[in-house]
């Protein structure tokens, strides 16, 4: 069982940047692959990024690609997701997602945050 804390939401002007943490609870945080989601209003969920166990993959989705980056501390049992660069279709719910599975585009996620809200101001 794996509880997950999204922090560092919150309201920032178009071109800005934030770093999102997710913090998990539980001694097996290591074995999972973690991911970065988020969901606008009247819109579905959308996959950000994704890093494996160990840090040592890391996936992108194409809006996101070059202006994020996702990072784990397993000695901290935390995630990361800095986003530089912020636009205003950045506006939205950000979750981080706990979970398994042999390639990290297809991870199948467990474990769920309750997110936190991004603001991008124009």
């Known amino acids: 069982q794996v509880q997950l804390v999204e922090s560092g939401g919150g309201l920032v002007q178009a071109g800005g940047s934030l770093r999102l943490s997710c913090a998990a609870s539980g001694r097996t945080f290591s074995s999972y692959a973690m991911g970065w989601f988020r969901q606008a209003p009247g819109k579905e969920r959308e996959f950000i990024a994704a890093i494996s166990w160990n840090g040592g993959i890391t996936y992108y989705a194409d809006s996101v690609k070059g202006r994020s980056t996702i990072s784990r501390d397993n000695a901290k049992n935390t995630v990361y997701l800095q986003m530089n660069s912020l636009k205003p279709e950045d506006t939205a719910v950000y979750y981080c997602?706990?979970?398994?599975?042999?390639?990290?585009?297809?991870?199948?996620?467990?474990?769920w945050g309750q997110g936190t809200q991004v603001t991008v101001s124009s």
């Open positions: 997602a706990a979970g398994r599975g042999p390639f990290i585009a297809t991870i199948k996620y467990d474990y």
